[in-house]
């Protein structure tokens, strides 16, 4: 049995964007964020988006937490804690040392390279504090802006997966990336 995964309560930081736990607190900001049809188009958030959606998967975070299976993070901004978007290990695997890592971005954040930043944090964090030696990015091959934030941190393409993901019902291929430990940029 796996142990939980412990973050730091005060998150972290570049001094650009800051990595950090959610709280109750966070709900009416993660469902105004998800009301841009680009979240859903792209991820698995649901669409209709509202209240008892982010209620849901705050919990459904913090119980995957606490088992050692996954994270999920707000990307706030450091000086006012203002939401950016999310990132998180939507799946660690202990036994095979892998884990694979999604981010959304808010419309507003969208083309400051917000989505790197976080997406190269999160990375190092794993690599240092989880049993990971290998972290993974799926995105749908017509996500241009998905795959760019891979290949900028340094995540390889590996080839597109046919029929790999199931979202909103859909079966969709996904383009794969991977890092390794030591390939961080």
Not at 75 to 89: E, F, N, Y
Request: aromatic share 6%; proline share 5%; glycine share 10%.
């Amino acid at each position: 049995m796996s142990s939980g995964i412990e973050f730091p309560v005060e998150g972290i930081s570049d001094g650009e964007v800051r990595l950090r736990l959610h709280a109750d607190s966070d709900i009416p900001a993660i469902v105004a964020a998800c009301q841009d049809p680009e979240i859903p188009r792209w991820t698995r958030v649901p669409e209709p988006y509202g209240e008892a959606d982010a209620k849901g998967w705050l919990d459904q975070e913090s119980r995957g937490r606490s088992r050692g299976e996954l994270l999920g993070l707000l990307v706030v901004d450091p000086a006012d804690d203002h939401l950016l978007g999310s990132v998180g290990i939507v799946h660690l695997d202990h036994e095979e040392r892998r884990c694979e890592l999604g981010y959304w971005v808010t419309r507003e954040a969208r083309g400051r390279g917000l989505a790197t930043r976080a997406v190269r944090m999160l990375s190092a964090w794993a690599f240092e504090n989880l049993p990971a030696d290998r972290i993974e990015i799926h995105a749908e091959p017509e996500n241009a802006a998905s795959r760019r934030v891979a290949e900028r941190v340094g995540f390889r393409f590996e080839g597109v997966l046919r029929s790999y993901i199931v979202n909103k019902g859909v079966r969709r291929d996904a383009a794969s990336y991977s890092l390794l430990r030591g390939e961080l940029r």
